[in-house]
């Protein structure tokens, strides 16, 4: 015979559940279903050799990964649900999207070769995604590695692995094109996102007062040049952060030895796709 009491808890967890929720609550969503619409779209454009939109798509994409989980922070309207929406989003933008944009555009002079390099690079950036998930709920992380990510984070894997096309539209294809020189990125990039290399991010980056006018400064002419010459900004861009790789294992190293055994505080993990978005999708009212 069945508990009343138990009967009556799960009708109110069901009302729960099917509560109408404010539109607000969808915009994170929303974000993360426009990045992911504008991955599989680049795709489409690859199809069409049209490599100019295709990449530029691909921009957008990582325009809204941003943007999701930013405003799933900010409305505090976080869910399960996006976390892992995001990540497939992420999946399908950064991974699977890159390499078929890539193996159409140069590596599919090699045919098998080149299928395997694309499929392992999608293969790496769903276990980078998956991992990264994982290592979220892990409270014993020390405090050093709020600064870093472990290996590259999969939209600066995208657009690495876009960066001798992007080039291409600034110096012609030339040796740009070339399948080795793609194959040898593709394989470098996969194997980071797995790596347990600490590359910096940026989402933990404070700017002192007396630095905040220079740095908007620069933020401005970086759009200006993002507007007015954007493949060879983005070029640059690509090149800067590979420059920054090696700096980021020194500096991880010399914090680390600072500070080897300080863990982590919980509520500070997250970034990366949606797994930041893992919490309560009820409204909070103010903390006291």
Known sequence: MKSPGK??????????????????HL????????????????????FDARYELAVALIGVA????????RSARMLRITSKLGAQLDSLADFLSFGVAPAIIVYLWSLHEVRGVGWALAMLFATCCALRLARF?????????PRWTLYFFSGIPAPAAA????????ASFVLGEGVMRSWSL???????VALMMVSR?????????????HYIVPVLVVAMLVVVFLVTEPWTTLS???????????????????????EPEQPAPAEAAGGEGGASRIVSLEPRGPRG
Do not use: C, W
Not at 182 to 188: G, H
């Open 7 to 24: 009967d009556v808890l799960r009708a109110r967890e069901r009302r729960r559940r099917l509560r109408a929720r404010p539109l607000l």
């Open 27 to 46: 915009v994170p969503n929303l974000f993360t279903i426009l990045g992911l619409g504008a991955g599989l779209t680049g795709m489409r454009y690859a």
């Open 62 to 69: 990582i325009v809204f990964d941003g943007l999701d989980g």
């Open 133 to 141: 998930n994982v290592e979220l709920e892990d409270p014993e992380k």
């Open 159 to 166: 657009g690495l692995a876009l960066l001798p096309l992007v």
């Open 182 to 188: 793609n194959a040898a990125m593709f394989l470098f």
């Open 197 to 209: 290399v600490p590359t910096f991010s940026i989402k933990r980056i404070r700017v002192e007062p």
């Open 236 to 258: 640059v861009m690509g090149v800067l952060y590979l420059l920054s790789i090696p700096v980021s294992v020194l500096v991880a190293h010399r914090m680390q030895r600072r």
